[in-house]
C-alpha cells in the first residue's frame, strides 16, 4: 500500500517551454502533498507545501509563478515548470502525507520515483 | 527546526547488521524521529518513524536512547539493495509537518 505515482519519469524539452509533471496516490488519499528537488550530488530541497483546495505554501526563495502548483484533489496535485530554462533542470520529487487520522508529524510522507527534467 | 547529525557514510558486508546513528540533541518533545532513504536515481522511501518507545517494522528496528538526544536505525542483516543514502529526520510541530533533508549517510554494502 501507500504508493505514490509521479509522471513523467523524465522529459527533456527546449529553453522556453513549459512542463507539468504529476503526482498522484494511488491507494490512499492525501490532503497535503510535498513538492522538492534534488541537485546531483545534493540533498532534497522542499520547493512547496500543497494542500487540496487551497493555495499551495512556498518555502523562502521559490518563485511562485515560476513553478505553479495545482491540488484540485485528494489524490492528485501538479506542478508547472513555466517558462523553463537550462537552470530549471533538475530532479524533481514529490511525497504525499498519508493521513490517517493522527497528527501530522506521526505520519510518514511516501514519495514518487521523481522526474528528471531537462532544458535545452 | 531541529538538527541532526549523521556520519557522512559507512560500510557493511552483506548479511550483516547495520548500525546507523543519529545524534539529535535539541530534539522537542513533540519531535518524531523519521527515517528515510534513496537509492541512486529515486525518490526517497520511508523506512520508520518513532516518538519514545523502539519501534520495529518489517524493514528495519528504530532504537531511540531514554533521553531522545540520539536515535540508531538497525537493519537486521543487510544485502546489497540496502546501499543507499538514510536520511534521519525530526518532524514535529516546530517544523510544520514538513520534512528538512539533510546530508544523511550514505551506506555501502561489500558482497
Known amino acids: 500500500g501507500a504508493v505514490v505515482s509521479q509522471h513523467p519519469s523524465w522529459v527533456i524539452c527546449k529553453s522556453g517551454t513549459s512542463v507539468k509533471i504529476e503526482c498522484r496516490s494511488l491507494?490512499?488519499?492525501?490532503?497535503?502533498m510535498f513538492w522538492y528537488r534534488q541537485f546531483p550530488k545534493q540533498s532534497l530541497m522542499l520547493m512547496a507545501t500543497?494542500?487540496?483546495?487551497?493555495?499551495?505554501?512556498?518555502e523562502q526563495g521559490v518563485e511562485k509563478d515560476k513553478f505553479l502548483i495545482n491540488h484540485a484533489s485528494l489524490t492528485l496535485s501538479t506542478l508547472t515548470v513555466t517558462s523553463a530554462h537550462p537552470e530549471d533542470s533538475s530532479f524533481y520529487i514529490c511525497?504525499?502525507?498519508?493521513?490517517?487520522?493522527?497528527?501530522?508529524?506521526?505520519?510518514?510522507?511516501?514519495f514518487g520515483d521523481g522526474t528528471r527534467l531537462s532544458i535545452l | 527546526d531541529a538538527k541532526t547529525t549523521q556520519p557522512n557514510s559507512m560500510e557493511s558486508n552483506e548479511e550483516e547488521p547495520v548500525h546507523l546513528p543519529c545524534n539529535h540533541s535539541?530534539?522537542?518533545?513533540?519531535?518524531?524521529i523519521h527515517w528515510y532513504r534513496q537509492l541512486p536515481s529515486q525518490g526517497p522511501e520511508y523506512v520508520i518513524h518513532g516518538l519514545t518507545s523502539n519501534v520495529n517494522n518489517r524493514m528495519a528496528s528504530l532504537a531511540i536512547a531514554e533521553d531522545r538526544k540520539s536515535s540508531t536505525l538497525i537493519l537486521h542483516r543487510a544485502t546489497l539493495r540496502d546501499a543507499a543514502v538514510y536520511y534521519c529526520?525530526?518532524?514535529?510541530?516546530?517544523?510544520?509537518?514538513?520534512?528538512?533533508f539533510g546530508e544523511g549517510t550514505q551506506l555501502t554494502v561489500n558482497p
Open positions: 500543497s494542500n487540496e483546495g487551497s493555495k499551495a505554501t512556498y
Open positions: 529526520i525530526l518532524n514535529g510541530e516546530t517544523s510544520g509537518s514538513r520534512l528538512t
Open positions: 491507494d490512499f488519499q492525501a490532503t497535503t
Open positions: 511525497s504525499a502525507r498519508e493521513d490517517r487520522g493522527l497528527t501530522y508529524s506521526n505520519q510518514p510522507q511516501h
Open positions: 535539541t530534539i522537542s518533545g513533540t519531535d518524531y
